[in-house]
């Protein structure tokens, strides 16, 4: 899914360049995946401050030909990362070639509630299902459910966030695949 990877050393602030897969795997089937070689294929990483607006930093992308960037606070320590595709899903909203897709994280059943993928994100699951939930702290809706719990549930287990029930499903290898939400806006038409 990722083409390109970070180096850095001890401490992500103390980043070294970005390596390209493509370049690591032909090291690596040639036997020559060293930390010179690995120096020498490693590209500068591109730095911007907190702050920049999207529209500035899409053409900041178009005009150094790149597409990702770490963000930096103002002491020079790295906040984060943008990619051109974050940007662009910021301003037109989520976007994908395979358009079957976007209904497989949610699936509305006969009672009304929804089945859910519990690794969707936060603001995908507000804009699918028009939910208010919190996107400033975990980034998906098990990840939520995790930090309203203080725990990894087991399946069967059941919660309310913000006036939403909400039904654990399904949780294997310490992650929670899915979940059953009623929504309100349901529960007010019945």
């Not at 203080?150 to 899915?178: F, S, T």
């Amino acid at each position: 899914q990722h083409t390109k990877i970070p180096i850095y050393q001890d401490d992500i602030n103390n980043l070294k360049g970005m390596l390209h897969i493509r370049i690591a795997l032909k090291l690596l089937s040639k036997g020559e995946l060293t930390k010179a070689n690995i120096e020498k294929a490693m590209t500068e990483p591109y730095f911007i401050p907190e702050g920049v607006p999207l529209h500035i930093q899409l053409l900041n992308f178009r005009a150094i030909k790149t597409r990702i960037a770490f963000i930096v606070d103002e002491y020079g320590d790295i906040q984060g990362l943008v990619t051109l595709e974050d940007i662009l899903e910021e301003i037109v909203g989520k976007y994908t070639t395979d358009i079957p897709a976007i209904h497989k994280e949610i699936k509305k059943l006969a009672d009304g509630s929804y089945l859910i993928d519990a690794a969707i994100s936060i603001r995908e699951l507000n804009k699918q299902l028009y939910t208010n939930f919190d996107t400033s702290g975990p980034k998906t809706l098990g990840g939520l459910i995790i930090e309203e719990l203080e725990m990894i549930p087991q399946a069967g287990v059941c919660l309310k966030i913000l006036d939403y029930p909400v039904e654990i499903m399904n949780v294997k290898n310490n992650r929670i695949h899915k979940v059953k939400i009623l929504n309100r806006i349901d529960q007010r038409q019945s």
